[in-house]
């Protein structure tokens, strides 16, 4: 640290320092035991409706054969995998810091993550090549109208959960929910593609329609998995926080009266939290402790906005040594 600089920093998740521990309890959306046992269930719900969707579209691809109801049917499968990995990366993202992971243990999600998407991509080659098959050789869809029904069944099911994952996102911040909610969110749109197919060439004779369905929820099932692998791989590589977060920080920082700029600010996201640092100037003729002070509600501020932010603020007297990303307050600098 440069000399005649001040530096206060928030504690590292799980050292357990009593007023980041009541500073975080006011300011979160659920406390920490709710937010845990929310996103277990919600990832055990999923699982257990992307269990019963399996046996419902089963049932009905064998009586009706059709390629989109198949597609279906594969996706709920390739769901109920990636619901079992969610589950599982939840548990272990939940786990408390400890002396190996001093930031915790969140991108246990995006590495999940990952896996689903890879998954995911490969199933959607499948069901490409089984619509191509079905182009060149087209089937005549039979039990259309039993499999509609069955197909409605499944999407109130998916409808019920999605409200259900949704709920819980907005309430715990958790990605993993809020992409398993995605999957789930596709299903519904998938599933009115395969009422078409089912419709058409059953109903209508109309053949084409079923592998031309096939090959539009493969290329659902695609746009799903880049979605879920390009948010997993900005996680993984600690890409900052968007710049509309980035701005929100700046402008409470900078509505303090006593805080003169800012520089070098750095976000990161990992699960559920956000990690947030930056220097702080202000004036150099102040003393060491209330630049702590200042610095304390500085935080404290910022974890009005982001209460599940680990925050760490460096202090520095401004006008010395004016570094890089500098965003200035409009009160000059001392020289």
């Not at 257990?48 to 049932?59: G, N, Q």
């Not at 995006?110 to 499948?126: D, E, H, K, N, Y």
């Not at 948010?231 to 590589?237: E, F, P, R």
């Amino acid at each position: 640290m440069t000399a005649g600089r001040w530096a206060t920093s928030s504690p590292k998740l799980g050292q357990g320092c009593e007023g980041v521990k009541v500073l975080k309890a006011s300011t979160a959306r659920v406390s920490p035991e709710r937010r845990a046992r929310l996103m277990r269930q919600a990832s055990r719900a999923s699982v257990a409706v992307a269990l019963m969707l399996i046996v419902i579209k089963a049932t009905a691809w064998v009586a009706s054969g059709s390629v989109a109801l198949l597609g279906s049917l594969l996706d709920s499968c390739l769901d109920a995998i990636a619901s079992g990995l969610t589950l599982l990366a939840i548990n272990h993202a939940l786990l408390p810091a400890d002396e190996e992971h001093r930031f915790g243990h969140g991108k246990a999600e995006a590495i999940a993550g990952l896996g689903q998407a890879a998954v995911i991509t490969g199933s959607a080659l499948f069901l490409f090549i089984e619509a191509i098959n079905h182009f060149i050789r087209p089937v005549t869809v039979m039990a259309s109208e039993w499999g509609i029904a069955v197909i409605i069944i499944s999407m109130v099911l998916t409808v019920a959960l999605v409200r259900y994952q949704k709920w819980v996102a907005k309430q715990t911040g958790s990605l993993a929910v809020s992409a398993d909610s995605l999957h789930y969110t596709s299903d519904l749109i998938m599933n009115l593609g395969v009422i078409a197919a089912l419709a058409a060439s059953g109903i209508f004779g109309l053949t084409i329609v079923d592998p031309i369905i096939g090959v539009v929820i493969a290329g659902f099932i695609v746009k799903s998995a880049w979605s879920i692998a390009r948010q997993s791989y900005d996680t993984l590589m600690d890409r900052e926080m968007s710049p509309e977060e980035r701005a929100r920080i700046e402008a409470v920082v900078l509505s303090h009266p006593e805080v003169r700029g800012l520089h070098d600010l750095r976000t990161r996201t990992s699960g559920i939290n956000s990690f947030i640092q930056f220097h702080l100037e202000l004036d150099p003729a102040i003393r060491l402790d209330k630049a702590h002070v200042i610095s304390d509600r500085v935080e404290a501020a910022i974890a009005r906005t982001f209460p599940d932010a680990d925050i760490i603020i460096h202090a520095d007297p401004s006008g010395v040594e004016m570094p890089h990303d500098v965003v200035d307050n409009g009160l000059g600098t001392t020289p």
